[in-house]
Nanobody
Framework: QVRLVESGGGLVQPGGSLRLSCVAS????????MSWYRQAPGKERELVAF????????HYADSVKGRFTISRDNGKNTVYMQMDSLKPEDTAVYYC????????????WGQGTQVTVSS
């Protein structure tokens, strides 16, 4: 069974930092593009950051550009997101997503980790 497990969320003050991790199992990790999405209460899920396996085409939402950094370690089947200079509007549940590259079929989601930015 494919499983994506997020961790690293929590409560942080504005201006603080968090590092999210997502460990994947049950899939060929290097054949999947990895993304972080987030969803605030009452709002639709939005793409935050995206990284294909080679690292080319890395994408960030305008709202987090310059503050968040996505990375991956294929040897550990893990994707990370370093979040700096956090703002209250970053408060959301953050979800890890794996989408198959090329001929690889699959689109999988983790269960999410809560990030709360509040003073």
């Amino acid at each position: 069974q494919v499983r994506l497990v997020e961790s690293g969320g929590g409560l942080v003050q504005p201006g603080g930092s968090l590092r999210l991790s997502c460990v994947a199992s049950g899939l060929a990790f290097s054949r999947y593009a990895m993304s972080w999405y987030r969803q605030a209460p009452g709002k639709e899920r939005e793409l935050v950051a995206f990284i294909p396996n080679p690292g080319a085409g890395t994408h960030y939402a305008d709202s987090v550009k310059g503050r968040f950094t996505i990375s991956r370690d294929n040897g550990k089947n893990t994707v990370y997101m370093q979040m700096d200079s956090l703002k209250p509007e970053d408060t959301a549940v953050y979800y890890c997503n794996a989408r198959g590259l090329g001929a690889t079929t699959g689109n999988y989601w983790g269960q999410g980790t809560q990030v709360t930015v509040s003073s």
